[in-house]
């Protein structure tokens, strides 16, 4: 039933006003987010999902799924939790890799390519992109009509291949932050760092977003690495995505990968996140204070008795 569902003529209708959409939030902060690895969810066997949308946009909106024990499992266990967003970890088209079976193997998404396609090996027929982006659609809608909103992890800081991507042969050197020696900047800490205040980057990322919102009816974007983008750029974003979504939610992560070539008074970080108002911000100082430094140090945080980290607790409050 769903794989029907899914072939058919796919049609959003008219929506206007909170009436027609009623999975939007008044007030970000109502939101409770529930972060979704869409091939993970469903992929095991013990998922109870049918074994030909194990990993896939179908898969994740398959009714009726149980577990061994009769639980509740995948878009059933997610509704009854009582989320009401869920944030995709990336699913845009990204590079990909292939076991000796030629499955594509697994990664987290972080590895974009092609930023406003999405990724095929979610669909029940990868080499049909109309087929891909249409069981998209139709997972998105299932959540719609279960109350809840969808959020997308997006990357617009790095791309994969800058050999193979489509910048740097439309025009060289002009899409990222480049060396005088004509090396790629690398705030980002994977090789490459994109230029979100070059003109063409910046049209390029706001069309490239309102276009999810506009075809699939997103909700909304968790912005990987945000400090790599320009304040500018994500105000101007902000402004054109509430035109179409009033309700629109956005947030990221405020810090860099490492030493970025943006001037630091122009970066979206938390430090500067005054000048971003539509902007929620992760905080990781406030996070380390409470339950401990995440990388590179095994201190205890203020939940597991070091007790003077209570200013930095109090800060971040």
């Not at 970890?89 to 990909?96: A, T, V």
């Not at 899409?175 to 994977?190: A, H, K, L, S």
């Not at 990987?224 to 939610?249: F, G, Q």
């Not at 902007?279 to 095994?298: E, I, L, M, W």
Request: hydrophobic share 30%; proline share 5%; net charge negative.
């Amino acid at each position: 039933a769903i794989l029907s569902r899914a072939d058919r003529q796919f049609d959003w209708g008219t929506i206007k006003g909170a009436d027609a959409t009623p999975w939007r939030l008044d007030n970000p902060c109502q939101a409770v987010i529930y972060e979704m690895h869409l091939r993970d969810l469903t992929k095991s066997p013990t998922s109870g999902v049918d074994e030909s949308l194990r990993g896939t946009y179908l898969g994740a909106c398959q009714e009726g799924t149980v577990n061994s024990h009769g639980d509740a499992t995948a878009f059933d266990y997610i509704r009854q939790l009582g989320v009401n967003v869920v944030q995709l970890q990336p699913i845009s088209d990204r590079f990909k890799q292939y076991d000796d079976e030629g499955q594509v193997t697994y990664n987290w998404g972080y590895d974009v390519q092609n930023y406003s396609a999405p990724e095929t090996s979610f669909s029940t027929d990868p080499s049909n992109p109309k087929q891909t982006m249409k069981e998209l659609k139709t997972m998105i809608r299932a959540y719609h009509e279960a109350g809840i909103s969808v959020v997308l992890d997006v990357v617009y800081n790095h791309i994969y291949s800058t050999e193979h991507g489509p910048f740097q042969n439309t025009v060289p050197d002009y899409y990222y932050r480049m060396e005088p020696d004509g090396r790629f900047q690398n705030g980002t800490g994977v090789g490459n760092e994109t230029a979100s205040e070059h003109e063409m980057y910046r049209k390029y990322m706001i069309d490239s977003l309102t276009h999810w919102v506009k075809e699939y009816q997103i909700d909304g974007f968790r912005f990987d690495l945000m400090a790599v983008l320009d304040a500018h750029t994500l105000n101007e974003l902000a402004e054109r995505l509430m035109r179409i979504n009033p309700s629109v939610i956005l947030y990221g992560e405020g810090w860099s990968g490492g030493p970025i070539a943006l001037s630091p008074e122009l970066a979206a970080s938390k430090q500067n996140s005054y000048k971003t108002p539509d902007y929620a911000y992760f905080n990781d100082s406030f996070r380390d204070a409470v339950k401990g430094p995440t990388f590179f140090d095994v201190e205890r945080g203020y939940i597991s008795g070091n007790f003077h980290l209570r200013s930095s607790v109090i800060n971040g409050l």
